[in-house]
């Protein structure tokens, strides 16, 4: 029983140095970088005394050690000591051919080791791969027979293949770059990238964002009619935040059904998750075929690159109506290129728009709250003050004996109750008010730019009457009722915290009148 539970330790702490090593290359870049912290993974981690980094060359098919440690200490190498191996040359040579590793309990008796260092008695040498494509060696040497486990060949091996992945991703990042930067424009595309991570800092709202994306994007190919789509509802749907079309008119915040059967073209390039450029003839055959649906009218040419992973995940979209405009490879790489910055840009900007709405609304309720509130309402009072002829009134509400469905039926009723209630409140009153919770049971009203002073309490009967309704939450039916107090504005005393004092007075006359009643401030409106 000791032994199992020692070797389960054993190997919790090897998994736990390759998630640790998985996450510390994730930033890196360059090899040499990689190279570092797979050096600082072997020697301090996994307490291996001596290693040395083969880097392989395809076109030359020579191995060449670039970093070695011996006796954990970093052993400097001058361009005119580099060790060059050819593939089936000794051990090293013989793991990178085979791409298998080999674990060797005693080097004195194996016959292909070529003595680099007398000491080392046993060695592991492992090759990194990714598929059948060979970029490097990992050798690693000890002065003790039978010094590598079991355990330590999977975590190399496990380390090794994390390695190749790395290198693999970093080098074909770099191809794109180097593809891009050859293009003609290639300034002008650098000014873009410049500009749409700038767009965070310069723009104030997500449709001022979207705008200045397309016109961003304009400037690289032919985006006349250009869109940008996220997948919403866990999957199950996309949505257009930005859209415009010379052709057809697309609804703001079109949303579209994600059918993984049969998917409209943005939902197929989302299926895929792959970069689609289609001609006309393409997107036809793609119908023809069930593959695919078209909303709308059929473009000559259609471009669309998907960016980003659940909960962010989405598509960009360039398309042209015009049968001597279309989009080439070049167009499609550099869309590519360019998706990456927009997902940045986009989450950035939805993190920053998140932050300002929780800094300005009720976390429950989603309603503004009291600072957004006064906010609104002192607006009004300056819009008043500058035309006499508009009215406004503001409404304090208080649900009835809140504390005692409280301690009741408990606070998870209770904030279901004040949800449903904010829900029946705002279906009374027109999309141009404002509802605010100002906190507990405790909402407002401003009615603004109202006809007369009839509408408010009208208003304010709507809603006792819509309040006072039986409701069922979690299977309890539950009964209350509200209160209101209703100001309106006063020409001779008109500021913000005596029109709110009022309509809290009339309120708390209300209540004590007996509840489920409103009261207008006497103080009347001149």
């Not at 190997?11 to 190279?35: F, G």
């Not at 290693?51 to 011996?70: M, N, V, W």
């Not at 709250?369 to 002829?389: E, G, I, P």
């Not at 605010?436 to 709507?462: H, N, P, Q, W």
Request: charged share 25%.
């Amino acid at each position: 029983m000791k032994e199992a539970q020692y070797h389960l330790e054993i190997e919790y702490k090897h998994l736990k140095i390759v998630n640790q090593y998985l996450m510390d290359i994730l930033p890196a870049n360059l090899e040499h970088e990689i190279v570092g912290y797979l050096s600082d993974t072997l020697v301090n981690k996994l307490n291996i005394e001596d290693i040395e980094y083969y880097s392989f060359d395809p076109a030359k098919q020579i191995l060449t050690l670039t970093t070695a440690f011996i006796k954990k200490q970093s052993k400097p190498l001058e361009a005119n000591q580099l060790i060059e191996v050819g593939l089936d040359q000794g051990l090293i040579g013989k793991v990178a051919k085979s791409l298998h590793t080999e674990n060797i309990d005693n080097l004195l008796i194996h016959p292909e080791f070529v003595q680099k260092n007398s000491e080392h008695l046993s060695a592991i040498v492992v090759p990194i791969v990714i598929g059948d494509k060979l970029l490097g060696v990992i050798y690693c040497g000890s002065r003790n027979i039978a010094d590598f486990s079991s355990q330590t060949q999977k975590s190399l091996n496990a380390i090794a293949s994390i390695t190749a992945i790395k290198l693999e991703k970093n080098s074909a990042i770099e191809q794109l770059q180097q593809t891009i930067e050859k293009l003609e424009y290639s300034g002008k595309i650098q000014d873009t990238l410049f500009e749409i991570a700038e767009l965070i800092f310069e723009t104030s709202d997500m449709q001022e964002f979207y705008e200045r994306l397309h016109k961003s994007i304009a400037k690289l190919m032919f985006a006349s009619n250009f869109f940008v789509a996220l997948v919403i509802d866990d999957g199950k749907a996309i949505t257009l935040p930005y859209a415009v079309d010379e052709v057809d008119e697309v609804p703001p915040n079109e949303v579209i059904p994600l059918d993984k059967d049969k998917p409209s073209i943005t939902g197929y390039v989302l299926n895929t998750n792959k970069p689609l450029l289609a001609s006309k003839q393409k997107m036809q055959s793609m119908i023809d075929s069930n593959e695919v649906y078209i909303k709308g009218s059929l473009p000559y040419a259609w471009l669309g690159v998907p960016f980003g992973n659940p909960p962010l995940h989405g598509v960009v979209v360039v398309q042209s109506y015009k049968e001597n405009i279309g989009f080439t490879k070049k167009d499609e790489q550099l869309l590519c290129f360019v998706a990456r910055h927009i997902r940045n840009a986009i989450e950035r900007m939805q993190a920053r728009a998140d932050l300002q709405f929780m800094a300005l609304h009720d976390p429950l309720t989603k309603l503004p709250n009291r600072s957004l509130f006064n906010d609104r309402v002192q607006r009004a009072l300056n819009n008043s003050k500058r035309d006499q002829h508009k009215k406004m009134a503001l409404l304090f509400l208080d649900l009835d004996n809140f504390k005692q469905i409280n301690d009741t039926y408990g606070h998870h009723i209770g904030d279901l109750l004040l949800v449903e209630v904010a829900g029946l409140v705002k279906k009374c009153i027109r999309d141009t008010d404002s509802l605010s919770r100002l906190g507990g049971d405790e909402f407002a009203i401003l009615l603004d730019d109202i006809a007369t002073i009839e509408y408010a309490e009208k208003v304010a009967k709507k809603v006792i009457k819509a309040v006072t309704t039986p409701l069922m939450l979690d299977e309890n039916q539950i009964n209350t009722s509200i209160s209101i107090g209703i100001a309106f504005q006063n020409l001779n005393d008109n500021t913000l915290d005596s029109l709110m004092i009022r309509a809290d007075k009339a309120m708390y006359q209300a209540k004590q009148q007996g509840r489920n009643r409103l009261v207008i401030e006497q103080g009347g409106s001149d």
